[in-house]
């Protein structure tokens, strides 16, 4: 169907007199005794196009093509309505592609989130989901432009994996086959299966980035992965988009460094090419968004010793939930109150103590701590979980034995320790939480198409 995308007339001026054809959904209706006003969105940008129906002229319009939610293909003059200093379309020709009855679900102006949460296929025709999967995609292209850039290849990880890598069973099962009695044994059972072994949904593909990072030096994922944790939060979904780096010849610091600059890339990036929906944003939903965005992007974030932010945390002046010792693994409001209260900034905590840190994480000389890094921003938290990775084959070996993980079922991993092992790091973003940090979307529900959570899928 030839047509012009609506983004283009309200943005061109090369259109103006000319003949167009738009095609749309009806957004509102006004009608008065000579002339009527409709305003059309076809998904091309967050604005509407206002198309413009004189009555006398244009005799025959069906009636359907004013109800709200209604598809529409609409020929007509292109011209500069001074008032509102906007293009709109004098229409000539109007034809009802798709009628839109009286029990659509968005008559009302403003619906709340919750209710929109409740019809997935319906709310991306509302202006909120207009900006907020626009966003999404232009912030997706930007992850990939600055890989690319630096020379990074990209690799696609397997979703299906037998090896668990951040552990603590959290892990999605994969079968084809259900349990039954008729099995002696797990062992037997799992042997049954698909794969002839346990397997699940990855949870991140680090291992096996880790694995084309020995020899590509430098690579990224950007996938979903998969969590089946009881963590019915604003923040954590089931299926989320991960974002991972893997970086040979790279310790800690070269990590915290390509980190800003990637986090400062993506944010440039949005706010150069997403005005109107950043402006939205900032009226609806985060007053101060811009200007939180803009001194991301003009100042250097903070990078604090967890043990530091440990005495930060018992000497503040604050109630916690959950009480802070030197070894405790840090909850969100801990971390809330870091990157909030104490330094108003993003902030990469390092140096974790090894007992709540994931086996693969380098041993610090300290035999304490591990040279890892977790990015806190305000309002939403940990959006970035990374370390230099354990390149000594025996160090991995005892951080493995010590939490009882099977070393047979790590062969290959322990393999790039035997040959050619390099230091080595990388990190892990979590795509939906870095939109909600720019967006200013309270809820992660609402930056993914359809949400996966606990108890809920549609
Ligand atoms: O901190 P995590 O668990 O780290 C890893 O998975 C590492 N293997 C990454 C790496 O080093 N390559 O997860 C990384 C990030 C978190 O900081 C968070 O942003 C996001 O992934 N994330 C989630 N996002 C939404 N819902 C969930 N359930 C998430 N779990 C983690």
Not at 132 to 154: K, L, N, P, T
Not at 299 to 310: E, K, L, R, S
């Amino acid at each position: 169907m030839k047509h012009t995308d609506i983004k283009e007339i309200i943005e061109k001026s090369d259109y103006l007199g000319k003949t167009v054809t738009v095609c749309g959904w009806v957004r509102t209706a006004r009608d008065s005794k000579n002339v009527a006003f409709l305003e059309l969105n076809d998904g091309s940008c967050l604005n509407h196009l206002q198309i413009v129906i004189d009555k006398a002229r244009l005799t025959d319009v069906d009636v359907e093509a004013t109800k709200l939610g209604a598809s529409l293909k609409v020929s007509g003059k292109v011209v500069h309505n001074d008032r509102n200093d906007t293009n709109e379309i004098d229409a000539e020709e109007i034809t009802v592609l798709g009628i839109c009855p009286g029990d659509y679900p968005l008559q009302k102006k403003f619906q709340k989130l919750e209710t929109l949460r409740e019809m997935p296929h319906i709310r991306v025709r509302t202006n909120t989901f207009n900006a907020v999967f626009r966003v999404r995609s232009v912030m997706a292209a930007a992850i990939h432009r600055f890989f690319q850039e630096r020379g990074y290849v990209y690799i696609n990880t397997p979703l299906i994996t037998g090896s668990d890598c951040e552990g603590a069973g959290e892990m999605f099962q994969v079968t084809t086959i259900g349990y039954s009695k008729d099995y002696d044994s797990e062992e037997e059972y799992y042997a049954n299966d698909f794969f002839g072994q346990k397997t699940g949904l990855s949870v991140s593909g680090q291992l096996e980035g880790e694995i084309a990072a020995m020899g590509l030096g430098k690579i990224y994922t950007f996938g979903p992965s998969f969590r089946a944790e009881n963590s019915n939060t604003q923040r954590h979904v089931a299926e989320f988009w991960h974002v991972e780096p893997e970086i040979a010849f790279c310790e800690l610091p070269d990590l915290i460094e390509i980190a800003e600059d990637m986090i400062k890339y993506i944010v440039r990036d949005y706010m150069e090419k997403c005005p109107e929906e950043l402006k939205f944003f900032e009226q609806r939903f985060e007053k101060g968004l811009t200007e939180k965005l803009l001194s991301v992007v003009n100042n250097d974030f903070a990078v604090v010793d967890y043990t530091d932010a440990i005495e930060e945390l018992k000497k503040a002046d604050v109630k916690f939930e959950f009480p802070v010792e030197w070894g405790c693994d840090l909850q969100s409001e801990h971390e809330r109150y870091i990157t909030e209260q104490v330094y108003k900034k993003p902030v990469f905590l390092i140096n974790y103590p090894k007992g709540i840190k994931s086996f693969y994480m380098k041993q610090n000389d300290d035999g304490k701590t591990v040279a890892a890094t977790d990015l806190l921003v305000p309002g939403v938290g940990e959006i970035i979980g990374g370390s230099e990775r354990e390149a000594d084959y025996d160090k991995l070996v005892g951080a493995m034995k010590d939490r009882g993980m099977k070393l047979d079922d790590y062969s290959a991993y322990l393999d790039l320790r035997k040959y050619g092992s390099v230091p080595h790091a990388g990190f892990g973003l979590g795509f939906e939480r870095i939109i909600m940090y720019c967006t200013g979307m309270a809820n992660i529900r609402d930056v993914i198409l359809y949400p996966r959570t606990v108890g809920s899928i549609r």
